[in-house]
């Protein structure tokens, strides 16, 4: 079942971030994850929640996220993001399964 993470953060430093985004997305790939949103514009149509910015990932499953986030070969990149950025907002949210 795919696996979505839905974030809000805020960027501190957007040429740092930049370097972040560049190095990270081939290791997302390479798990099978994939951007479905990522600094597009965001309109909320109901309700309180004022996010700038919004980022939608899709995993094929939770273990293939599990494995991205443990990964030694992204925790570099995890402690640059952190560095840079403050995140507001991190839901998982679990897919539609075939036939429901």
Known sequence: MSIYLVFENEIHDKAVYERYKQAVKPMVEAVGGEYLTRDGKVDVLVGD????????????????????????????????????????????????????
């Open 49 to 100: 929640w004022k996010p700038k910015r919004v980022v939608i990932f899709k995993w094929p499953s939770q273990e293939a996220l599990d494995a991205f986030m443990a990964s030694e070969e992204y925790q570099p990149g995890k402690k640059l993001r952190e560095s840079v950025t403050t995140t507001k907002t991190l839901i998982r949210v679990e897919g539609i399964g075939h036939g429901s």
